[in-house]
């Protein structure tokens, strides 16, 4: 039943509201079944309850995010174990073994931590952690994540794409590239210092890149703050990329005119390029880039992946590429 209101608003009683919330549902899940995603969705919640039964020694504070809207944001795959995601990793500042940061990573000092957004932007700004997760909604977005070394996993982050914070401190016209730098400190990492890269961090994406959707700046991940191996309190996560191009314990990200110099190809120019897309059909100097193994699935008779154009996310990235070569542009 409808009540017409005496400005002429018709207002719908509270059971027809519940049944247009009911009919929205399924209109959604309609448009996500045209668009194939009703399976990755499905799969998404069984994978949730298979999580709930992981046991967790050291559960972190919670970060919970609403469902991504973003498209690309949910796969078919199956959710890596936390167990398998928070205890192999790369994170050079605590050792080069995989191994390495979950075992020395708990000597990061997270609080307090700031952000430096500088630059050519009209707004340059110091932000608080605090102060940076409230800038907007938490998004939870499960990516995969392909590391160039030949491995995988799928993730459900938590944090919201970097455009936000882009938008906010407006760039100028001249802005070209984003620079993410991460935190170097000899008293808390203790391979800063070593000589297998140029410290700090660095890495940079072009800024329509960096204004993609999918870039998500990420505090969390499984519904909790980052563990500190994986790149606590707030890190990049660019999934159609190679895994370095995911900055991790940024302290501050700057925007330029020139392409900047990044850690991984000052450190070997002829197998890490600028854009480090992923792409099975340009391997690295030193081995294919064809398949994959996911971590977790590396049983005796797990079979390697193939290795998909942009991670899987060609959809959503390819025309940000139209017209280069990716051969030359590795
Ligand atoms: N600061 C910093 N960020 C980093 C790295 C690093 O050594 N230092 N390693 C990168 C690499 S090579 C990969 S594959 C991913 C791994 O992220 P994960 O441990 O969350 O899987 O982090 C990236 N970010
Ligand atoms: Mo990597």
């Not at 046991?55 to 795959?77: C, I, Y």
């Not at 998909?308 to 542009?329: C, I, P, S, T």
């Amino acid at each position: 039943m409808l009540i017409k209101r005496d400005d002429g608003f018709i207002h719908p009683n509270s059971s027809e509201i519940t049944s247009q919330a009911v009919y929205r549902d399924r209109r959604r899940l309609i448009q996500l079944m045209a668009g194939g995603a009703a399976g990755a969705a499905l799969a998404t919640w069984a994978s949730r309850d298979a999580l709930a039964q992981v046991t967790r020694p050291n559960k972190l504070a919670a970060l919970a995010g609403a469902k991504s809207a973003v498209p690309g944001a949910v796969t078919m795959d199956k959710v890596t174990d936390y167990k398998d995601a928070s205890s192999y990793n790369n994170f050079y500042e605590f050792g080069t073994d995989k191994a390495d940061p979950a075992k020395n990573a708990h000597t990061l000092k997270t609080t307090p931590w700031v952000v430096e957004v500088d630059g050519l932007v009209k707004k340059p700004a110091k932000y608080q952690l605090e102060d940076l997760i409230k800038l907007s909604a938490q998004e939870e977005r499960i990516y995969r994540l392909r590391c160039v070394e030949g491995w995988s996993m799928v993730i459900p982050w938590v944090g919201y794409s970097l455009s936000h914070l882009i938008q906010k401190v407006e760039p100028l016209g001249n802005a070209k590239y984003v620079e993410f730098i991460s935190q170097a400190d000899p008293k808390t990492m203790p391979f800063v210092g070593s000589r297998v890269l140029d410290w700090p961090y660095v890495e940079a994406l072009r800024m329509d890149e960096a204004m993609n959707p999918l870039t998500l700046l990420t505090f969390g991940m499984y519904g909790e703050v980052l563990p500190n191996q994986n790149g606590a309190p707030v890190r990049l996560v660019v999934p159609w990329k190679y895994g370095f191009k995911s900055g991790k314990s940024l302290v501050r990200i700057r925007f330029t005119d020139r392409e900047p110099k990044t850690a991984w190809n000052k450190a070997a120019a002829n197998e890490y390029g600028f854009y480090s897309n992923v792409n099975p059909d340009v391997d690295h100097p030193r081995w294919s880039q064809a398949t994959e193994r996911r971590i977790g699935e590396d049983g005796l008779f797990a079979k390697k992946r193939k290795t998909l154009m942009f991670n899987g996310y060609e959809a959503q990235v390819g025309q940000l590429y139209a017209g280069m070569d990716l051969k030359k542009n590795f």
